[in-house]
């Protein structure tokens, strides 16, 4: 079915809007998937506050050149979805390569990354990149370590100490 003028010039309002503000992008060909599967996609992306938008390619190009990012949409297989993500730039990598492991119809094309096109390979590399929360974690547990170890050798010679004074006092 044909989108008519104002329709299409709505989707490229929209699509340069959401583009202009994303951090991080992925393309992804949906081709095969029900109903539900996509409607389960999108609400956990929506819980990240990560938009999934679908249009056509030569749309999507049209908004991209536009936005100076140079993406050979024609290139990209199948019908074509961007998730964009605003907050967290793995956060969209992150949850669509769990999908795409569920799902096989499911398959990411590529993405966007600091205004550049990066190749599937690279999103899946950024998707098993730690969140930013676990990093400060294992950042934190590494500082807090050497301390650790500090206090429990100070323990060790107190209370080796205490166990001396009583083996004395016993006698």
Do not use: C, W
Not at 43 to 57: F, N, T, V, Y
Not at 58 to 66: A, I, M, R
Not at 100 to 129: D, H, M, Q, R, T
């Amino acid at each position: 079915m044909a989108i008519s003028k104002q329709k299409k010039e709505e989707i490229i309002k929209d699509l340069e809007d959401k583009l202009s503000r994303h951090k991080a992008a992925v393309f992804v060909d949906y081709s095969g998937l029900d109903v539900g599967a996509m409607e389960d996609i999108r609400k956990e992306l929506r819980k990240e506050g990560i938009d999934m938008k679908i249009a056509k390619k030569t749309l999507l190009s049209l908004v991209l050149e536009k936005l100076n990012v140079s993406v050979d949409t024609k290139s990209l297989s199948g019908q074509v979805a961007v998730v964009l993500g605003y907050g967290d730039e793995l956060a969209p990598a992150r949850i669509i390569s769990r999908f795409a492991k569920e799902l096989e119809n499911l398959k990411v094309l590529g993405g966007i990354f600091e205004k550049g096109f990066i190749p599937a390979e690279n999103v899946a590399a950024l998707a098993s990149i730690p969140s930013r929360e676990e990093l400060l974690a294992k950042m934190a547990g590494s500082m807090q370590a050497p301390m650790s170890g500090l206090v429990n050798v100070m323990q060790g010679n107190i209370a080796g100490l205490v166990r001396v004074l009583n083996a004395i006092s016993k006698k």
